[in-house]
C-alpha cells in the first residue's frame, strides 16, 4: 500500500493537493488525528484500499502534537509512507487569507503574521521529516497539481526531483534552499536600458548573461556539481535537492542561470521543479 502524509502551512494549498491526490485514486481523509493513523491503515489492509493519503496539521490541535510519535509508531510498524510539506512565503500566506477574509487557525487573538510566525516553528520538525517539500509562493492550482503528479508517478528509479529556485538577495533567501549560489559576479543586464525591464526569461536577457565565459564556467561547473552528489543525497535517503541561484533583485542573472541549469538536468531526462520567486 501507498501511504502519503499531507501537512504544512494553513493556506499553503493542502486542500487542493488532497483534491489532486483523489484524482490520482487516493483514499483521502483530512485533519485527520494522527495517533489513528495505525487503526485505519489496519482497517484499510482489509478494505483492499492501496493508496491512502491523510492531511495532518496545527487544525488538530493538540493531537497534532503526537504526529512525530504518529510517524515513528508507523515506522517501527514497517509501514512505508512519505510526507508531503507545503509552505509559501508569509506575503503569500497574508494575502491569501485576506482575500478569503478566513481567520488563520492559530491568529484567533492576534494578527496573522503572529499565527503564521507560531505556525511555522510549530512545523520546524515534520518539516525536517518531509520526502518533498513544495513552495506554492507561486504557483497557480494547475501547476500544483502537476508538480503534485509528476512527484507521485515519476518512471524514474530514485524519483529524485531536483528544485532550482532564482530569487533576489535583496528580498532574502529561499528557506528550504540546500545549496545558494551567488551569480552577482556576472556582468548585470539591468544596466542596460533595452533589458532593464525584461527578465532572464526573454532570450536577450540568456544571450546576454550567457555570452560571458565565466557564466558558461559556472554553469559548466555547477551541473558537473550536483551530478557528482545526487548519489549520495539518494543514499542519505533524500528525495529532492533544492537550489539556488541569486542576484541583486532576482530579475535576469539569477533567472537566466537558473533556466539553463533546470534545461541541462531535463536534457538528462531528470525530473525538475523551476521556481522564479520574485519576477
Known amino acids: 500500500m501507498e501511504f502519503m502524509i499531507v501537512t504544512g502551512l494553513s493556506g499553503a494549498g493542502k486542500s487542493q493537493a ?3 491526490l483523489e484524482d490520482l485514486g487516493y483514499y483521502c481523509i483530512d485533519n485527520m488525528p494522527p495517533t489513528l493513523i495505525k487503526n485505519f491503515i489496519d482497517l484499510a489492509v482489509q ?3 492501496e493508496k491512502a493519503a491523510f492531511v495532518i496539521d496545527i487544525r488538530g490541535g493538540e493531537f497534532f502534537d503526537d504526529i512525530l510519535k504518529g510517524l515513528d509508531d508507523l515506522k517501527q510498524a514497517g509501514v512505508d509512507y512519505k510526507v508531503l510539506f507545503l509552505e509559501a512565503s508569509d506575503e503569500v500566506l497574508i494575502r491569501r487569507y485576506k482575500e478569503t477574509r478566513r481567520v488563520h487557525p492559530l491568529a484567533v487573538n492576534g494578527t496573522i503574521t503572529d499565527g503564521i510566525t507560531l505556525e511555522r516553528h510549530r512545523l520546524r520538525d515534520i518539516r525536517k521529516r518531509a520526502d518533498y517539500i513544495l513552495d506554492t509562493s507561486n504557483m497557480k492550482v494547475a501547476q500544483l497539481n502537476e508538480e503534485i503528479k509528476k512527484l507521485l508517478t515519476s518512471s524514474d528509479d530514485t524519483g529524485f526531483t531536483i528544485t532550482i529556485y532564482s530569487f533576489g538577495f535583496k528580498h532574502g533567501i529561499p528557506l528550504d534552499a540546500d545549496m545558494v549560489f551567488d551569480v552577482r559576479f556576472i556582468p548585470n543586464p539591468y544596466y542596460l536600458p533595452s533589458m532593464r525591464n525584461l527578465t532572464g526569461n526573454s532570450k536577450k ?8 565565459d565565466e557564466s558558461k564556467s559556472f554553469v559548466k561547473q555547477i551541473h558537473s556539481l550536483i551530478v557528482e ?6 543514499r542519505e535517503g533524500k528525495s529532492q535537492l ?3 541561484f541569486g542576484c541583486t533583485g532576482g530579475q535576469h542573472r539569477s533567472v537566466t542561470i537558473a533556466n539553463v541549469v533546470s534545461d541541462l ?5 531528470r525530473r ?4 522564479h520567486r520574485d519576477v
Open 18 to 20: 488532497i483534491n489532486s
Open 47 to 49: 478494505g483492499n484500499i
Open 205 to 212: 536577457v540568456q544571450d546576454y548573461v550567457m555570452r560571458f
Open 229 to 234: 552528489l545526487i548519489p549520495s543525497y539518494i
Open 242 to 244: 533544492v537550489i539556488a
Open 265 to 269: 538536468f531535463k536534457d538528462e531526462g
Open 272 to 275: 525538475v521543479l523551476t521556481i
